[in-house]
């Protein structure tokens, strides 16, 4: 349960990063509001995964996981270019994750 827990926690971290970005420096009430709310959520997750895991491991799949969704978002939305290079570093890091993951 901890690393459901965990994964769902660094998929809210994506969200809290694009909704930081879309608030223009917290100008824009929604987005402010959704920061907010999936940044509490996120950090209350970690924390909770990270009485069950190993604080190391927890915070770098955490961190992975919200990295790389929020770059794949800036790519989907066009605030960041898609190169090859880039991909390849996500795939890198998705591998990284997986590979704590696996021997933890």
């Known amino acids: 349960m901890a690393w ?39 950090m209350a997750g970690l924390a909770w995964a990270m009485t069950q895991l190993p604080t190391g491991t927890a915070y770098a ?20 270019r898609v190169s090859v290079a880039r991909v390849m570093l996500l795939l890198l890091l998705v591998g990284s994750v997986v590979g704590l993951k696996v021997v933890s």
Do not use: C, D, H, R
């Open 4 to 42: 459901i827990v965990l994964i769902l926690s660094g998929m809210l971290e994506a969200v809290w990063a694009s909704a930081l970005s879309a608030s223009n420096g917290f100008k824009k009430p929604v987005p402010v509001v959704v920061f907010l709310a999936s940044l509490t959520v996120s």
């Open 61 to 80: 799949v955490w961190v992975g996981i919200g990295a790389t969704l929020t770059v794949i978002w800036a790519m989907v939305t066009k605030q960041e």
